[in-house]
């Protein structure tokens, strides 16, 4: 079975209030296994445009990846973020 990826493009406009939803986002990402493989480190756009920060979480199916998302715990995490930063974010299974 395919592992499953979030890919998350993230721009944060108050870095204070995005750490509480950081702080908060790690019991859903516990339960579902998730690991981080890219959290916000240096990048360089060579085609099209993103926003400034970049996140990939790993998730042992697609399944796992779907369930964390609709979580309550990772939607109470959520409702910290909204308002705070512009994301994109979509859940895509992994090439087997």
């Known amino acids: 079975m395919p592992k499953a990826y ?3 493009h993230v721009t944060v406009a108050d870095p204070t209030a995005y750490e509480a939803y950081r702080q908060a986002n790690g019991a859903a990402f516990a339960k579902y296994g998730a ?3 890219v959290r916000g480190g240096a990048q360089e756009v060579v085609e099209g445009s993103l926003r400034p920060r970049s996140v990939v979480i790993e998730f042992p199916d ?6 964390c998302y609709h979580s309550p ?6 409702a910290l973020r909204d308002g705070v930063a512009l994301s994109d974010l979509c859940i895509v299974e992994g090439y087997a």
Do not use: N, P, T
């Open 6 to 8: 979030w890919i998350g």
């Open 35 to 37: 690991r981080f493989i």
């Open 62 to 67: 697609l399944k796992s990846a779907q369930d």
């Open 73 to 78: 715990e990772y939607q109470a995490a959520k």
